[in-house]
């Protein structure tokens, strides 16, 4: 089928050959009333008429009625690819349509290709509705070039369309470009981890779009870091909403990493998203810093009446906090928590804090029942005594088996912290056959395998700990890797000053430029070279040559053909501290530690030979000669004596 346009319409209208058809047009289907018909062949209602029946669809006829109204309001329609290609023709000649809603209308991804079409001449358009219009991932691509080429379109719907983490690397080519996008609906799509991390390049490269709807996806917490990632360099998004994607603490971490140093955002939804009363306090630690988020919600986590606290707290503790309302609408609350409330609100009249009601309670760990043999383990380990010692009144024979009476006795009687129950519990475990003999040899068994317990589990305790903390590290080592990819080359990094100071007066930062970073490299031309990305470059003095004193001598290496045995030299010891003041003025300028270079095999050096050792060695070769002599001097006079 052809390409179809207002124009060709308009010129099929004059044509001759038309009008002999103009009687069957009573025949063609239609909803339309007769009164609706206008007297003008070539108005926009006649020209949507004919593209309607050129591509074989009936007409709607809500939308003749109201072609004088900004808004065209035709979700739930049925248009169908071929309806919305009718309708894609007809609106490229109306000039006065400020609203198009087409949701729900099972347009696909051709529809969303005539829409671009449609877009690319109709410059009215700054609203437009597209949900739930099954365009998957054929159409995403048709939806990028709608965004890039529109100059009129500010607030667009893509809601429920089946985008998956390939196409939004569409949307972000296309609003990296447009300028005129303030709002972006991506809710009820297939967006994962990876898909986050393209959103969050669009965070992070986006200057212009104000509010971003990415509830009910799947980001979880790599896209959550991802996405927090840009938002930390984004300086325009106002309207955030994240609700209904699982991303957990780790997710919750990053955020508040995040809001340390974003200062637009004004409202952020974390509805839904798995977040428990330590992945508030992460979040709260963000909360601290942040002057301009008004609206934190909340709602439908695992949080209890401590992470409300925590929040309220927060509040409290920062007067410089814009936190007006705080949506917590499923956790009862305390009378604490009223009171703190209270007294929050003296400083923050406007906060608002809905709650699910009163009669929350913060839950204690249940006790464990004590072990007696424990009780009695520590009670001999503070007293620095053996079972021996303290049984040996009732145990005359040292057999370590007593009667129950006596050992009951003796127990009720010491100043053991231990009730007539735990004692009968005791005496149970010691004498399980009832027996009426306690053999408390047990009771040495006991501790070592309580002893094992208690190390066993102090283990893991501390392996718990370790590893939360390595998880925590690795996140925020990933939210950093992130924040370096997406910040531009040669931009200024950021870095937080001291945080009481930020809490309690002005930000602070400590700004580093990545030009600044030095490197020591080995230049071509034998001199060492201090370098830095600025280009500016600091020589130290070439190896040879009629150069300043350098470090050519040293008190443990001479040259082959002057020998330097001489170490005393008043002379020497000028040159060497001169040379050592030098290299270090040079080194110091560079910030770096620069290694001596060995020397070419002309200048090839071997280590001195020190005067003591030489003086030694001379004096062990005398004694040795001496010796030599003695015996060749004894064996002359025995020879003699024999002779």
């Known amino acids: 089928m052809s390409t179809l346009s207002f124009e060709a319409l308009c010129l099929e209208d004059n044509d001759p050959s038309t009008t002999l058809r103009r009687g069957s047009e009573e025949d063609f289907n239609t909803d339309l009333d007769e009164k609706e018909v206008r007297s003008n062949k070539t108005s926009i209602a006649d020209v949507y008429r004919q593209a309607c029946k050129i591509v074989g669809v009936v007409p709607v006829s809500y939308f003749i009625r109201n072609l004088d109204s900004p808004t065209m309001t035709l979700s739930h329609h049925g248009l169908g690819p071929m309806g919305c290609k009718a309708l894609a023709i007809t609106l490229e000649s109306d000039m006065h349509l400020n609203t198009l809603e087409l949701a729900d209308n099972y347009i696909q991804a051709e529809g969303a290709k005539d829409l671009a079409e449609m877009l690319k001449t109709n410059f009215t358009i700054q609203n437009l509705d597209l949900s739930n219009n099954h365009l998957h991932s054929s159409g995403a691509e048709y939806v990028g070039k709608m965004l890039l080429n529109s100059r009129s379109l500010k607030y667009i719907k893509l809601s429920g369309n089946g985008f998956t983490d390939d196409d939004a690397k569409y949307f972000v080519e296309a609003l990296s470009l447009n300028l005129s996008i303030k709002e972006l609906d991506l809710s009820h799509n297939r967006f ?257 395998q309580m002893m094992q317990n208690h190390r066993q589990q102090l283990r893991k305790v501390a392996s718990r700990q370790k590893n939360e903390k390595h998880k925590s590290d690795r996140i925020l080592e990933t939210f950093q890797s992130a924040v370096d990819a997406m910040t531009p080359q040669g931009s200024t990094v950021i870095s937080p000053g001291d945080a009481r100071e930020e809490s309690a007066g002005p930000h602070r930062f400590s700004a580093t430029l990545s030009s600044s970073w030095h490197r020591t490299v080995m230049s071509n031309s034998g001199r060492y070279t201090i370098s830095n990305r600025s280009s500016d470059h600091v020589h130290l003095p070439m190896l040879a040559g009629p150069t300043p004193p350098c470090i050519t001598k040293s008190p443990h290496l001479y040259s082959r053909s002057q020998p330097n045995l001489v170490t005393t030299s008043p002379l020497s010891a000028q040159g060497r501290s001169i040379a050592v003041r030098t290299v270090k003025s040079n080194l110091e300028v560079g910030h770096n530690k620069v290694k001596q270079p060995t020397v070419s095999h002309l200048t090839r050096s071997r280590p001195a030979l020190d005067t003591t050792q030489l003086r030694n060695k001379a004096k062990k070769g005398k004694k040795a000669k001496a010796g030599k002599f003695e015996k060749n001097s004894k064996n002359i006079k025995t020879l003699k004596k024999n002779n």
Request: with cysteine; hydrophobic share 40%.
């Open 192 to 448: 994962c981890g990876r898909g986050g991390e393209h959103l969050g390049l669009l965070l992070a490269s986006n200057t212009c779009l104000e509010v971003l709807n990415l509830c009910w996806n799947q980001l979880r917490m790599k896209g959550a870091v991802a996405l927090s990632a840009g938002l930390k360099v984004n300086s325009m998004l106002k309207h955030l909403d994240l609700s209904w994607n699982g991303f957990g603490n780790e997710g919750a971490l990053a955020m508040g990493e995040a809001l340390k140093f974003n200062n637009t955002l004004v409202h952020l939804n974390l509805n839904n998203n798995r977040i428990t009363n330590e992945g508030v306090s992460m979040l709260c630690i963000g909360l601290e810093y942040n002057k301009t988020l008004r609206v934190l919600m909340l709602a439908y986590n695992s949080l209890t009446v401590k992470g409300a606290l925590s929040l309220v707290n927060t509040v409290k503790k920062t007067p410089k906090s814009a936190l007006e309302e705080i949506d917590i609408c499923n956790v009862l609350v305390n009378e604490n928590f009223l009171h703190l409330l209270e007294v929050a609100s003296k400083d923050h009249p406007n906060l608002d804090v809905q709650y699910g009601g009163v009669g929350g309670f913060i839950g204690k760990k249940t006790l464990k029942p004590i072990d007696p043999m424990k009780v009695i383990q520590d009670y001999l380990d503070r007293r620095k005594l053996r079972l021996w010692d303290f049984f040996r009144n009732i145990d005359k024979d040292a057999t370590m088996q007593v009667p129950v009476v006596d050992f009951r006795n003796a127990v009720q009687q010491s100043s053991i912290p231990l009730d007539r129950f735990q004692i009968e519990v005791l005496i149970q475990r010691l004498d399980r056959n009832r027996t009426g003999i306690v053999d408390y040899r047990g009771l040495v068994d006991t501790r070592k």
